[in-house]
């Protein structure tokens, strides 16, 4: 029987086929599959570029959510009729912001009043959705992307709403958050070539575009399927689509703001050919590969016989069909010696050896491309932080910062080595956890200490120390708590080493435990010499600079503050004023001085007094803004000079000044607040030269002290102003002396009783020339001047002969006696209380002192003391203008106060304002909750004694009862009023009788 050689081949054939076919399969079946992963990882980087151009707008939406209420309470943009001055400020403001398009205000109409951006004709705004949600809502509100009507751009509108006097909304302040910030963003992000980003809104128009913004800027792309896709879908997604151009690509896309009726979407696409390539690249040479191996197979099968065909072919088939079922550790496994289907099988085995050998490799190069990406990452952010550090603290800082938040490891650290008896390893900066958790390791660089301690071995030696296995390794027992809290396996110790000293290390932990292999340690080294280099460089540079600034720093500036001093402000003005065309160089100078700073000396000392000077130097520094040249003259008084400034600007910075001088400095446990009078000039209008200058700016400081507006501009009739407040001063003073001052007396009722409970002392003042002097002028007067002791003396001194007059003629009421922020700093006044206690001027329970909360507020602890020795001599004390001094019912409760006195501002509104009625109730319960009495004040009228009678309060006073009297109408409105006493005592009398 012959052999049929041509069935045997085609049977040959036909079993290659089957053979070659799973493997084929397999191979198609990997480049599926690559293809898928590839696809999910580009669209997982895709969606992460999203996602943080949505990070970066929340982030902008917030600035502007802080930055619209300050705008809100601007004089120009709360003003109605601000009209060209609003338009500048809102210019001026545009300037500063780069990412907005425009501010504006509007009408409640939607009529817009002004804008940063001019108006040629009169716009309405009154159909956006943030103007008519800002309306509805009262508050901070977000609108749509839209195509400003006056900018011409794509901007998304935030509003605020603007409040009159009384509280009503009476137009809306807006700002227009430009949509360029997005290429500005995506200027400095490496992208894969082709990509794309698009900003569609809810019609699927192009609000911004990278590349080539403005050939796509308002084009509708709506019929695209990209479009339709991201349009249809609504949410955050990802997906394979076609753009405008026809280019399929690999989309993810994002929500990048929700209104009430549009939305706006942020997409990113990478081209599907640039995604596949090296795939489809791959899978050519695997094909090629097969076809190869099917040629040889071929032959073999050609010229074997059949008894080495089918056995072979068998296993081969077999160990396809587990290749093609996924395990690449199939072999063929034939044991002939020679044969072509010994080869083939060898060439299956090779194949399929490569291909598991190629996965190995490719998920470990995958990890050490991932941890030498994050050191190379690390790197290069250090060395941009290393070019913009301007300090060694903030350098630290920023390296730490950078190693866990740009480099993904999970810690970083930089430890000091101190030179001291334990050689403690001191923490400088850290980022990623806890400094307090840091500093419990108390890790020491001594040789006795924890033995291959990774920090402290670094130190000693000089050399990188890599620690694996933190969590359980007893040689790192110290690092196991940390370690597993925080999540980390492994670290790396890397001395800083200038010149031959290490100063310490930089320690980085990883969440791997196998990190920190040869390559990535490397570049670890690289960045911890960059970083001692620059170590070194910052310390250098400080030397320099501090040797060559000490001789100037001598001749022309403070020893305290570090500030220019008096001869630099003249010189500086000289050379300003003689400047060619400094005539049209227009400026202003502002004059500080602090009050109270003797106070504090005499008090504390003057180390004290030297720390606020430069706490205050530091804080007027602060405020003062950027080019501007700021000075201390003389003891308390310091200059700041403002380059083209006009008087709206200098008043503007005069007040955020004083507002932060305003603010408590703690020196020696003490609170202190230092407030400030500034005086100010304009060049050239209020003088031509330096002296001229400075002595106006002086002239108007003065009286702004005398004034007690704390802010003055200067103008030529000043000095006959302060003149005449100077002469006031004086007569205040003489009047005490000749007893020109008459004590009135105000009543206050217990509204249970409805009858009188005693009286509040209060100082008139009639002037023999400008006749009743109000006291709102002359007590701010007497506390600037120093007379407000001597005039709490004679207020206290009077009230108790009055007390004791009274009392023996059995009117057996109590007088209160209001004491200032001076009288509790008054060291003497004690003594002068306890000598009248000893001379028998004071009546047991017949004085109360009723103190201001803002005078408490002002020193709350020496206040505690002074008020515990006060109530401990068994005198009443009162908290008066309760509401107004910021303060709260649980601090007061730590002071030993009888009662407080709800300020008059709450208790008139309090039948028409439902705020004043809550903080009227909520006072009255708490107080009560507490044991404190309260006290109405400002009762006008028979409503509100009900309303008040109705919340439990235990006393009132205000002119509905009785106004402030002279006590020869006292004994009168007794006799008389309803309020009373049924009878009054004569003056033999001993005993008073009340309803």
Request: charged share 20%; with cysteine.
């Amino acid at each position: 029987m012959r052999l049929n050689l041509s069935s045997l081949r085609a049977r040959l054939a036909f079993l290659l086929v089957l053979i070659m076919l799973p493997i084929f399969v397999l191979m198609l079946q990997n480049a599926v599959e690559a293809r898928k992963q590839e696809a999910r990882h580009m669209q997982a980087a895709a969606l992460r570029l999203a996602r943080l151009v949505l990070l970066e707008q929340r982030e902008m939406i917030a600035g502007a959510r802080q930055l619209l209420p300050g705008l809100a309470q601007l004089p120009n943009v709360r003003s109605v009729a601000a009209g060209a001055a609003c338009h500048r400020d809102l210019a001026g403001l545009l300037e500063q912001y780069p990412y907005y398009a425009n501010f504006g205000v509007s009408n409640t109409d939607g009529l817009m009043r002004c804008s940063a951006v001019p108006m040629a004709a009169p716009v309405h705004i009154g159909d956006r959705d943030y103007f008519r949600r800002a309306l509805e809502t009262g508050d901070f509100a977000i609108g749509s992307y839209q195509i400003g009507r006056l900018t011409g751009k794509s901007a998304i509108n935030l509003g605020y709403p603007l409040r009159d006097a009384q509280g009503r909304i009476d137009g809306v302040v807006f700002a227009a958050l430009d949509l360029a910030w997005l290429s500005r963003k995506l200027t400095g992000i490496s992208l894969p070539t082709g990509t794309t980003v698009t900003i569609l809104d809810a019609n699927g128009s192009v609000l911004a575009h990278q590349p080539d913004p403005e050939q796509w800027f308002g084009r509708s792309v709506r019929d695209a399927p990209f479009a339709q896709l991201i349009l249809a879908h609504g949410t955050e997604g990802t997906a394979e689509s076609i753009d405008a151009a026809g280019v399929p690509r690999l989309y993810a896309f994002t929500p990048l703001h929700t209104g009430d009726a549009d939305s706006a979407y942020v997409s990113v696409g990478i081209p599907r050919d640039l995604a596949y390539a090296e795939l489809d690249a791959q899978f050519k040479r695997n094909l090629l590969v097969l076809l190869l191996i099917a040629i040889v197979a071929s032959i073999v099968a050609c010229i074997g016989s059949h008894v080495f065909v089918l056995h072979p072919l068998r296993i081969l088939a077999d160990a396809s069909e587990r290749l093609g079922n996924g395990d690449l550790s199939a072999r063929a496994g034939l044991q002939q010696k020679s044969g072509v289907f010994v080869q083939l099988a060898q060439v299956f085995d090779q194949m399929a050896e490569s291909l598991q050998l190629r996965h190995a490799q490719a998920d470990a190069q995958d990890q050490e491309l991932r941890r030498i990406n994050r050191a190379l990452q690390t790197l290069s952010a250090g060395n941009h932080a290393l070019v913009r550090a301007v300090d060694e603290p903030s350098l630290l800082q920023e390296m730490c910062r950078v190693a866990v938040e740009i480099g993904g490891y999970r810690m970083a650290w930089v430890g000091y080595a101190e030179h001291d008896d334990q050689q403690r390893v001191r923490p400088v900066a850290q980022a990623g956890i806890d400094a307090n958790l840091l500093a419990s390791l108390r890790i020491s660089w001594a040789s006795t200490g924890q033995v291959n301690e990774p920090v402290g071995t670094a130190i000693r030696t000089g050399y990188p120390y890599v620690a694996h296995k933190l969590q359980t390794d007893p040689q790192y027992r110290i690092w196991h708590e940390i370690a597993r809290g925080q999540g980390i396996r492994s670290l790396a110790s890397l001395p800083l080493r200038v010149g031959q000293e290490v100063l310490g290390v930089i320690t980085v932990c990883s969440e791997d435990r196998d990190a920190f292999n040869a390559q990535e340690l490397e570049r670890l080294l690289e960045m911890t010499e960059d970083l001692a280099y620059g170590i070194a460089t910052l310390r250098t540079g400080v030397e320099n600079v501090a040797a060559q600034a000490t001789i100037l720093r001598l001749a022309y500036y403070d020893t305290l503050t570090g500030l220019p001093n008096h001869a630099s402000l003249q010189d500086w003005l000289n050379c300003r004023v003689n400047e060619p065309q400094s005539q049209h160089h227009a400026f202003a100078m502002l004059l500080f001085d602090l009050n109270r700073l003797r106070d504090i000396n005499d008090t504390l000392g003057f180390e004290a007094g030297n720390t606020v000077i430069k706490e205050s130097g530091q804080r007027i520094s602060q405020a003062s803004g950027q080019g501007v040249f700021i000075a201390r003259m003389r003891g308390d008084e310091f200059a700041v000079v403002l380059p083209e400034a006009d008087a709206d600007r200098a008043r503007q910075v005069a007040l955020d000044i004083l507002k932060i001088l305003n603010e408590s400095i703690i020196v020696d446990d003490f609170s202190l607040v230092v407030s400030a009078s500034v005086g100010i000039v304009l060049f050239p209008d209020h003088g031509t030269d330096a002296e001229q200058l400075i002595r106006h700016a002086d002239v108007a400081m003065q009286m702004a002290k005398v004034s007690g507006n704390m802010c003055s501009m200067y103008s030529a009739g000043q000095d006959s102003e302060k003149k005449h407040h100077l002469a006031l001063a004086s007569d205040l003073h003489r009047a005490l002396d000749n007893d020109g001052l008459e004590l009135y007396f105000q009543p206050k009722i217990a509204m249970q009783s409805g009858c009188v409970s005693g009286f509040e002392a209060l100082a008139r003042w009639r002037h023999e020339v400008h006749g009743m002097i109000s006291p709102d002028e002359f007590i701010p007067l007497a506390e600037r001047t120093g007379i407000i002791r001597p005039l709490t003396d004679w207020v206290l001194e009077t009230a108790l002969r009055q007390s004791r007059a009274w009392w023996q003629a059995g009117i057996r009421l109590p007088i209160a006696v209001n004491l200032s922020t001076c009288d509790l700093q008054d060291a003497q006044l004690l003594d002068r209380i306890e000598g009248w206690y000893a001379s028998g001027l004071v009546v047991e329970g017949m004085l109360e002192l009723e103190i201001t909360e803002s005078a408490i507020m002002a020193d709350p602890a020496g206040a505690l003391e002074v008020l515990t020795r006060i109530r401990a001599l068994g005198i009443p004390l009162y908290i008066d203008d309760f509401g107004t001094g910021y303060s709260s019912l649980g601090y007061l409760k730590k002071l030993p106060v009888t009662a407080m006195k709800i300020d008059k501002s709450f208790v008139i509104d309090m039948m028409e304002d439902a705020d004043s009625a809550t903080i009227v109730r909520s006072t009255i319960t708490l107080a009560h909750d507490l044991g404190i009495e309260v006290v109405a004040e400002g009762v006008e009228d028979a409503s509100v004694w009900a309303q008040l009678k109705a919340l439990g309060c235990d006393s009132a006073q205000g002119y509905y009862m009785g106004r402030p009297m002279p006590v020869a109408q006292v004994d009168l409105w007794l006799r008389e009023s309803s309020w009373g006493m049924r009878d009054v005592p004569d003056a033999g009398q001993k005993k008073q009788t009340n309803r």
